[in-house]
């Protein structure tokens, strides 16, 4: 997906103003959220949106990201999480692809508890961008297989869906996978903050970071930049 980085709407245009200067050195990511599950990583020469949305269902309410990115990583084609609001290059099934400098991995897993049966088909995703190895599960409620474990290794930042319901990690599953595959930073999401829209099954944050109780977690607003080497040990990072 090797496609020149185009200047991004007003949203991700206020983003770029919070770019640190680790991220000018050439490491490093500045990571922005627009809730449900959707992200903004730019870095390394690139940027990538995951899980762009229509705002329906559990995501009802939220503006959804009509931003450009080189590449847009989405774990379905469902409109809560796969929607072609952005403008980018789409994709949504496992498979090696090459785009704008970053070699990214898709993996294919259940959409939920059984089998793909009732979702079908999710994609987990893998890349390196700013120097940090990268997970988005952000949309899967299946157990990792070993052969998916071996596959995403030790990311450096784990994207994770925590808020449960029919295709989501609940909190205790997702605190699970983060003790799989022990990364240095996760950023949760697809959970309700504030009121839960009409027919969401999806529950708020706090089942999850009970369930990591004794981790170190940082509460921000929408946008963190991280250094191009994190720390050893897991901490969580909460974007609004």
């Not at 490093?28 to 627009?34: A, F, H, K, P």
């Not at 730019?42 to 995951?50: C, D, K, S």
């Not at 998916?148 to 909190?171: N, S």
Request: proline share 6%.
């Amino acid at each position: 997906m090797a496609l020149q980085l185009r200047p991004l709407a007003l949203a991700g245009c206020l983003a770029l103003g919070l770019t640190s200067t680790a991220l000018a050195d050439g490491g490093g990511v500045t990571i922005s959220s627009y809730g449900h599950s959707a992200l903004l990583i730019q870095g390394g020469g690139a940027t990538v949106l995951v899980n762009p949305f229509k705002a329906v269902g559990c995501a009802a309410g939220l503006a959804e990201p009509r931003v450009s990115a080189n590449v847009i990583l989405a774990s379905s084609r469902l409109l809560d999480e796969g929607a072609p609001v952005a403008s980018g290059k789409m994709l949504s099934s496992p498979g090696s692809y090459r785009v704008a400098g970053l070699k990214i991995e898709g993996i294919a897993a259940p959409h939920d508890r059984f089998g793909g049966r009732r979702f079908g088909q999710a994609t987990l995703w893998r890349w390196k961008q700013g120097g940090l190895e990268i997970a988005h599960l952000g949309g899967t409620a299946a157990n990792l297989s070993p052969e998916d474990r071996v596959l995403l290794g030790k990311p450096d930042v784990l994207i994770i869906g925590v808020g449960g319901g029919a295709k989501v990690y609940d909190g205790a599953e997702a605190a699970a996978v983060v003790r799989e595959l022990a990364p240095r930073r996760v950023i949760p999401v697809q959970y309700v903050s504030g009121t839960t829209p009409a027919g969401c099954d999806q529950s708020n944050i706090e089942p999850f970071l009970q369930a990591m109780a004794g981790t170190p977690v940082q509460r921000l607003g929408r946008t963190v930049s991280l250094p191009g080497k994190l720390s050893d040990g897991t901490q969580i990072t909460v974007l609004r």
